[in-house]
């Protein structure tokens, strides 16, 4: 689980008029950042707290698109002399799959890294770019030793039947719920990782998510990326 860390700015010259880059940095799915250039550069200003894990979620982007992260305590630095860079990588975990209107991207560091400035470099051959959110933060993990997690549809859309018994579905948002149990955890361990959840982000601040699932093709489309509902935490 990561909760996303405060951008104070967030900066694309080659965005469209009137798509504001720090959409990015909000939860709701209609507030884009839209390029139609085949390279653009996101510039990203963060408060300095540690790190280790980069999402992209949301985007339109075609099988041969790549990204590029580094970063650094000044915009310069990005270029001259990054703190890390995870080189050119490929922005679809998931090639080849088909059907899939929206790809996440994500990438985890080696290690935890504290900068000031982010610059992600995109190439999009394709016509548009579309982004949702950018999510940038360091993860909370713990071996999960319940029997497993589980997955439920959450889909606005609906299916009727008109007069004459034909199907009249009205499509709708496509998300997921997801429901999963930490247990076994000593109590040390809940303290330093997941105790301050509650008054952190409570249930109105969305975090990312991805449940142990097996390291596949499939793994980008497990993300979750919402409000969490409930929390409930036992010591026995």
Known sequence: LVVPEPMSRINCAEAEAGSVPFNLANDDPL?????QAAALTIMVYLSGSPFDTIALLGTLLGEAATWRTRGAYSEANTTAAPTFDTGVIPFRASANLGRRPFYHGLHKLAAAHVVTRLRIDITNPGPTF???HLIIGKARQSIN???GAGQAPFHMGSVS???FGSPDPVRGWRGRSIDFGL????EAEYEAKWSDLEMLVGTTDPVLVLPNSKNNAYRHDRIGFGVIEQMRGENV
């Open 183 to 186: 247990s076994w955890l000593s």
């Open 161 to 163: 039947r008109t007069p």
């Open 145 to 147: 030793f319940s029997p």
């Open 31 to 35: 507030a884009t950042l839209r390029s």
């Open 130 to 132: 579309i982004a949702r």
